[in-house]
């Protein structure tokens, strides 16, 4: 049997496609589990500190880069990611850097420079974290409302966990980040549930799966992820002026 | 309820510890390493656009990001495993 790989583990850990299967692989190995485990618990316990400065001189070849690819979202984010702060923006700038490069970033109109620059960040943050609630809900409503008797396969709904892995972690860092933010609970608890579902065997037995329904009854996570969405929500319905993320 | 909210004097405590290993531990990072782990860890970037970013091949910006969770992996695991224990 061939493990999988450490880098096959990094890629896993971050979402991106891992080797021809290696979701297979995990499923069926303890041991590779174990490990992608312990690697989680080192990465995910730097998420809360402060985001490391990349070396100057990098800084600005990145940001020279991108700059062109950006045209006007370049021009907007000038203030916030100047040659040398690409890592100090935290996670609301990176995200739009990010979405663009995905091709998501919508272009808002009639606005001026600094009127651009907060509507765009600020809208898209909303439109971004309501769209990744909706999906997590999704997924939470599915595990509760599954028939747990017998062997339960639960392969779409990791699918799609791993799916939100990623963009889940930007999240959780931001609201690590914010010192008075009354969400970081259910952040953190929803991360790390997602994390375990994606990471669990695709077919549970019925004591592993109602394990992973006690736990989402128990935290809470269901219900607080609505009340957030429902806030995002009512954030996204008010006027633009006063809005702060 | 924020108060409820507010980190455990041992959740302090580890990331005091971890902090304070992660400072040495990046400066053993090469630029590249650190600069695609940021990129990867910090910004949400997928490899392929750390590659376009860096202006290096996609197999490049890999390698950069397994080196740095490699090392950073080395010097904080001691630390995360005590924690759990």
Redesign the interface.
């Known amino acids: 049997m061939k493990h999988l790989t450490?880098?096959e583990l990094?890629?896993r850990y971050?979402g991106?496609a891992g080797g021809a299967g290696a979701e297979e692989h995990l499923d069926s190995c303890d041991g590779c589990r174990a490990n992608l485990v312990?690697?989680a618990?080192?990465?995910d316990?730097?998420d809360?500190?402060?985001?490391?400065?990349?070396?100057d001189?990098?800084?600005n070849?990145?940001w020279q880069?991108?700059a062109p690819e950006l045209g006007g979202i370049a021009r907007a984010l000038e203030g916030l990611v100047a040659p040398g702060r690409?890592?100090a923006v935290g996670?609301m700038a990176?995200?739009v850097?990010?979405a663009f490069?995905?091709g998501r970033v919508f272009t808002a109109p009639d606005a001026g420079v600094g009127g651009f620059r907060g509507r765009c960040a600020s809208g898209f943050m909303l439109v971004a974290v309501g769209e990744h609630l909706e999906q997590s809900q999704m997924i939470l409503i599915e595990l509760m409302n599954s028939n747990a008797k017998g062997t339960v396969d639960i392969s779409e709904e990791q699918q799609r966990a791993q799916d939100l892995i990623?963009?889940n972690?930007?999240y959780r860092?931001a609201a690590l980040r914010t010192g008075?933010?009354?969400y970081?609970?259910c952040w953190t608890n929803w991360s790390g549930l997602l994390l375990d579902v994606a990471h669990s065997p695709s077919k549970l037995n019925s004591a592993e799966f109602e394990q992973i329904r006690q736990r989402i009854e128990a935290d809470g996570i269901l219900f607080k992820i609505r009340v957030v969405g429902s806030n995002l929500r009512e954030r996204e319905a008010a006027p633009v002026k006063g809005r702060a993320l | 309820m924020a108060a409820a909210e507010d980190p455990a004097p041992d959740r302090l405590a580890f990331s005091g510890e971890v902090n304070r290993l992660l400072a040495p531990a990046l400066d053993r990072l090469s630029p590249m390493e650190r600069t695609a782990f940021v990129m990867r860890h910090y910004e949400g970037m997928c490899i392929e656009d750390i590659g376009r970013a860096l202006g290096v091949h996609a197999g490049a910006a890999k390698h950069s990001v397994f080196r740095a969770v490699q090392k950073l992996r080395q010097a904080l695991e001691p630390a995360v495993s005590s924690a759990k224990s």
């Not at chain 1, 809360?48 to 070396?55: A, K, M």
């Open positions: 450490e880098e990094v890629l971050y991106e312990s690697m618990r080192v990465l316990a730097m809360g500190l402060e985001v490391p400065e990349p070396l001189g990098l800084s070849r990145v880069r991108i690409l890592a996670a990176a995200l850097i990010a490069l995905a990623g963009e972690r930007l860092q008075d933010n009354p970081r609970t």
